[in-house]
């Protein structure tokens, strides 16, 4: 059911574009928020095809309710094209995630995947600056993730994925953007390491390998999750067998959602 909004005409408008549009969750994460804060704002899906996305962008830009837009697939690179300023993490994974509207109507994007999982690990008590990580994984979420680490002070970045020519592109690409960090691809053994992060999609489905032998797990290392769904995936069940403290999936998303409804204005 649509929740109940008294909007005006002060009230602003956000979005999000997606297509398709009907499985996308935005609205129903921060109209109760709007509600619940007394914010007099309204979040409308806002369904776009890529042909009609640069028409689409001219109306935003026209458009003086509308304030800003989360970003969905499949227009996070072509948005991000088409902005006139772009977040040093957008630039660097190339692809937004969100959108605001200045009040001379420029479109500024920016990509909080990575940040989303920095702050997910923050909030949770769990510092990254300083520590030595092991990423698996070399995707799309992999990449924000590393960039996001690397823009944090990691001590250390190893990078290992399936496809090793992706990894090492990718680490070499991470360490161009920041030099003092040492990032290099490498296997997935997580021994000796601070921090050890499943950034691939192993775990959604049952009977998944794990992405790597927890066996060479030690207790001190935090093992990060950020596959959402199960919330208990094979391989954190291992880590917890084997004694380790556990980062689930669902806190980059929830931190995603609290920074880019700061980033559009949608919460402040
Ligand atoms: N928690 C959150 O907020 C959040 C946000 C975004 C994404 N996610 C989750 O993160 C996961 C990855 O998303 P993505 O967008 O990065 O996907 P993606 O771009 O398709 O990348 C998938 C990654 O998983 C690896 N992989 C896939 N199947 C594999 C297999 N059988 N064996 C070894 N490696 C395999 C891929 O390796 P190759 O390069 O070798 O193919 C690649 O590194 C998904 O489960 C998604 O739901 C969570």
Do not use: W
Not at 42 to 70: M, N, W
Not at 148 to 160: E, K, P
């Amino acid at each position: 059911m649509p929740v109940t909004l008294d909007i005006t005409g002060k009230t602003r408008v956000f979005g999000v574009i997606s297509d398709p549009i009907a499985h996308v969750r935005a609205p129903a994460v921060y109209n109760p928020v709007f509600e619940a804060r007394g914010i007099d704002a309204v979040l409308i899906p806002v369904h776009v095809t890529p042909e009609d996305l640069p028409a689409a962008v001219a109306g935003f830009k026209a458009q003086r309710s509308l304030y800003g837009l989360c970003v969905t697939v499949p227009h996070k690179v072509a948005l991000m094209q088409l902005c006139d300023e772009v977040g040093e993490q957008g630039r660097l994974v190339g692809a937004v995630n969100a959108v605001r509207f200045t009040d001379d109507r420029r479109m500024v994007g920016e990509n909080f995947d990575g940040q989303g999982f920095v702050a997910g690990m923050r909030a949770e008590g769990f510092e990254v600056t300083g520590k030595s990580v092991l990423q698996l994984g070399a995707g799309g979420a992999g990449m924000a993730i590393a960039y996001a680490l690397a823009a944090s002070g990691v001590s250390r970045l190893v990078i290992a994925n399936r496809t090793r020519a992706k990894a090492e592109e990718l680490a070499a690409n991470v360490s161009a953007a920041y030099p003092s960090v040492p990032v290099e691809a490498g296997e997935p053994d997580p021994s000796g390491f601070d921090i050890a992060v499943n950034a691939t999609s192993l775990g959604l489905a049952e009977g998944d390998a794990l992405p790597l032998d927890p066996g060479k797990l030690a207790p001190k290392t935090v093992l990060a999750e950020i596959v959402m769904i199960p919330e208990t995936t094979a391989l954190i069940s291992a880590a917890l067998d084997r004694g380790c403290r556990v980062h689930y999936g669902r806190h980059m998303l929830d931190k995603q959602i609290d920074l880019m409804g700061d980033f559009i204005g949608a919460t402040s």
